[in-house]
């Protein structure tokens, strides 16, 4: 008996054995394996999977070691902005942790891959995937047996074209041919002297010969724009004009009374480049101006004489405010960078840097007091707690401290930016969002929090606390987080703003700058936020005007309208800060709130997609008495992409923005200049008749226009300045030069033949002076260079460029088309695929567009 139960043991303590060795092996190899030799491509296999709204991708793995990659023990996270149905062969598991951060991890099903070869995981998506945009990115593996390692894919490849959609997916370069041949040469002559264009203009006969004995003389007032100018021409000239007075060439800066804060009128005479102005910004408007006049080759390489055409020049702007937003949270900028987009800025005579520091991905402003903010906030990688750091989003990675997920300004870089922008007439308004997008200050305070209770100080800990710790609130806002709003019935959330405000006003006294407002945010806060607070039902006990949740948000726009008004300072937000929640015909609905009108709250509008039912919002916040910042996603948010393209970079949820759609808005009947829906496809203008129109008293309400960039897509300085240029001269042209004659048109075809030939010059005046000068100005800009046109007809292959001074090469091989590549200059009659690119001067490089001549 007992050796028949020694007989039974034996095969399963050889199966525990075997298994064991097995796992043993098998931790082996995950510990052991190369992970910079397993290969990923993300693959996008079809749109319309089974005729439904929704996709069908493929994440492929390749073994390229000489080792087996292990079944399990392993998971992938990345960044996705697309929401996953199912895995098609449930060969893993995908799941959205928080907002785009999401993980792929092996199930029981997926089977270890052996050396060279690979594994395919196919799954549906919701909704569209069109462009390499919509791809996974910042792809890293982390092992179980270390779930503190992040370690990143390294060879991470996108194909984001199936073959059954290329027509769909990559017809741009008909559709750009069609676009190029409606550009034509004109004469200089018909150019404007620079841009934004000029009010008035009286050219005259004669050269003033600017060189080494120039001098420059000034009255006191000017001497910081004299200073500046002074600069500028040492890079020009090789050597600084000396600040004295003389009988003849020389440029004098001359304060005069009754002229507007930012005109000006510069005389440029045989002897004398005179600048008259009342205020210093329009001297410097003035100088910016002088420095268009320039050559643009004149920031090339010093030389020792310059001669500029003589003229009485008299300018002033259309809106007093011009501002452009830049988003450093999503991605980060250098301070270094910051200090180009100032100089760009002003060259443009753009006077507002509206600087986005702080949302769920990041906190890019250090807060002495709060050292967490920046310590947590501004830091993103791979974490188990966010106790140091916040999640990776939009391609960061998984590595705590890379570029650009992670970084800010430390307070001496902030002062230094102010003055910087201060000396350029530019006003840096700050935007701290609250209480929505706040995930990078809320985890921030928290990690201040638990280490505070740590310490036995529960008090302290509690202080600048942003969410309710008891809180059970479901929601989900529109970018997918579920813990990204601040709880507004928290007594400690305005302890918070009140610190961070008084903090940033000290910087900007530092810094000797001016702050009338700060920007708030306000904007996107989700339905189903502070349902479950306990802390919102004691406020509620407490305060009876607090009734609903929606009350919460007219509470906390009172308290901050408070906060800020003792600090002589105006509240600016988002569009949300006007509007209130009410019900028609026992729907919800959103009207201009009439509590805050007239009270000085200034509401930046984005929201106008053609045809999606918010077309007129601007107009009725303008009419109801809010003064309105014009910043339409249709024309004005620069990070979308220029052309529908696959490969062509940028978001298109709001449609397609190129140079021209800035340059055509009409701020006060935009629904004249609106064109195509957010697809691409002709608009109906019959939307528009039940629309609000803008009122005489809205159209005074009306303070500006801003243009932005959030940078969820862009990851260098390099794809900020492509999404930036030229797009941002379109919209200065718009913000400052006056209403061009063709807007002023109520016969639709006068107007569209003004417009063409306004259009027409402007382009002409880009490539003639504006993108060479940029090449080289302030140490050159990444400008777009756009892709030729080309078409095929009767059997042989035709293209052309937007731009003049814009050469073709191109490859008949397969290959990319470099600078030594053959240069196109005559219609090719080669048959097969025929690949192009356009160069500029410098030899940089539009993306590569192909066409089959069969």
């Known amino acids: 008996m007992k050796q028949k139960r020694t007989e039974r043991k034996q095969p399963v303590l050889f199966a525990i054995l075997l298994s064991c060795l097995l796992f043993s092996m098998l931790t082996a190899t995950a510990q052991q394996f190369d992970v910079s030799k397993l290969s990923l491509q993300w693959k996008l296999l079809q749109n319309k999977y089974e005729g439904r709204e929704e996709f069908e991708a493929a994440f492929v793995l390749q073994n390229k070691s000489k080792q087996l990659f292990p079944a399990k023990g392993w998971r992938l996270y990345f960044s996705y902005p697309r929401t996953v149905v199912a895995v098609t062969d449930q060969q893993a598991l995908f799941t959205t942790i928080n907002g785009e951060f999401c993980s792929l991890q092996p199930t029981a099903l997926f089977t270890a891959i052996q050396p060279s070869a690979t594994a395919t995981i196919r ?31 390294q060879q991470f490849a996108v194909d984001a074209v199936p073959q059954q959609e290329l027509d769909l997916l990559k017809r741009s370069p008909q559709i750009a041919f069609e676009r190029n041949r ?67 060439n020389f440029i004098s800066f001359k304060q005069i009374s ?27 408007y003035a100088v910016q101006s002088l420095k268009q006049l320039l050559p643009s080759e004149a920031w090339t390489v010093s030389r020792k004489e310059v001669q500029l055409t003589t003229a009485d020049i008299t300018d002033a702007p259309r809106f007093a405010y011009r501002s452009f937003m830049l988003d450093v949270a999503r991605n980060f900028q250098t301070k270094q960078q910051v200090l180009k987009i100032i100089d760009l800025l002003a060259l443009y005579k753009i006077n507002t840097l509206h600087f986005h520091l702080t949302d769920d991905e990041g906190w890019r402003l250090q807060i002495p007091t709060l050292p967490e903010l920046t310590n947590v906030g501004a830091h993103r990688g791979h974490s188990q707690n966010e106790n140091d750091r916040i999640n990776p989003a939009y391609g960061s990675g998984g590595t705590r401290g890379s570029f650009p997920g992670s970084g800010f300004y430390s307070k001496e870089d902030f002062v230094e930016i102010l003055k910087y922008a201060t000396a350029r007439h530019i006003r840096v308004i700050p935007e701290l969002e609250t209480p929505g997008h706040a995930r990078a200050a809320i985890k921030a305070m928290k990690a201040r929090y638990l280490r505070l209770m740590k310490e ?42 009140e610190e961070v405000v008084d903090q940033v006003r000290n ?61 002589n300072l105006y509240l600016s937000g988002w569009e949300e800060v006007a509007m209130r929640k009410t019900k028609l015909d026992g729907k919800p609905i959103y009207i201009p709130n009439p509590d805050f009108a007239n009270k000085q709250f200034h509401a930046y509008v984005w929201n106008n997609v053609w045809s999606l039912g918010m077309e007129d919002l601007a107009y009725r916040l303008a009419n109801a008495g809010y003064k309105v910042v014009l910043a339409p996603v249709t024309n004005f948010y620069f990070d979308l992409a220029y052309e529908k393209d696959a490969d062509e970079p940028g978001l298109y949820w709001g449609g397609y923005l190129d140079e021209e759609k800035p340059f055509y808005f009409h701020p006060f009947d935009y629904y004249r200049t ?94 003639k002076d504006e993108l060479p000068r940029l090449d080289h100005y302030a ?18 292959v035709t293209a052309n460029v937007f731009y003049s001074g814009i050469t073709i090469r191109y490859t008949t091989d397969g290959t990319e088309p470099t600078i030594k590549s053959p240069l196109y200059n005559k219609t090719l009659e080669q048959k097969g695929i025929i690949k192009f690119a356009a160069f500029n001067s410098k030899g940089r490089k539009s993306r590569t567009i192909f066409v089959c001549n069969p």
């Open 123 to 153: 799954y549906i998506g919701k909704g569209k995937s069109f462009s390499y945009t919509d791809a996974p990115s910042g792809v890293y593996l982390v092992w179980d047996a270390a779930p503190d390692k992040a370690i990143p894919i």
């Open 182 to 248: 409606q550009i034509h040469a004109v004469t200089a002559d018909a150019l404007p002297l620079f841009l934004p264009s000029p009010m008035q203009v009286r050219k005259t006969d004669g050269t003033f010969l600017l060189n080494h004995a120039t001098v420059i003389s000034f009255d006191e007032v000017f001497a910081n724009e004299a200073t500046l100018l002074q600069t500028d021409l040492a890079v020009v000239l090789g050597k600084q004009p000396a600040f004295t007075k003389q009988q003849s």
């Open 258 to 284: 009754g002229l507007p804060a930012e005109s000006y009128r510069l005389l440029i005479t045989a002897s004398e480049i005179r600048i008259e102005a009342s205020a210093a910004a329009g001297a410097f």
């Open 456 to 497: 036995n100080k529960s008090a302290e800990a509690t202080r600048f606390l942003l969410h309710d710790t008891a809180d059970r609130s479901v929601y989900r806002s529109v970018q997918g987080y579920n813990d990204n709003v601040m709880n507004v019935a928290l007594p400690s959330v305005y302890t918070f703003i």
């Open 507 to 567: 910087m900007y006294v530092d810094a000797n700058s001016p702050l009338q407002t700060i920007h708030l945010g306000g904007d996107e806060v989700p339905a189903g936020v502070w349902q479950q607070s306990p802390a919102v039902e004691r406020l509620m006990k407490e305060n009876t005007t607090v009734k609903t949740t929606d009350d919460l948000w007219y509470y906390y726009l009172s308290n901050v309208h408070t906060l800020l008004q003792k600090r």
């Open 674 to 767: 609106a064109k195509e829906t957010p697809d691409g496809k002709l608009l109906d203008p019959n939307i528009f008749e039940r629309k609000e129109r803008l009122t005489e008293y809205g159209r005074s309400n009306i303070v500006g226009m801003q243009a932005q960039i959030w940078s969820e897509k862009i990851n260098s300085a390099e794809s900020l300045e492509h999404m930036l240029l030229p797009k941002l001269i379109s919209f200065a042209e718009r913000a400052w030069a006056k209403e061009p004659a063709w807007a002023a048109s109520t016969d639709t075809t006068v107007q569209q033949r003004l417009y063409q030939q306004h259009w027409n010059v402007f382009v002409n005046k880009l490539a």
């Open 779 to 796: 140490g050159g800009f990444a400008y777009r260079i756009p892709p030729p046109g080309a078409v095929v007809e009767k059997g042989a």
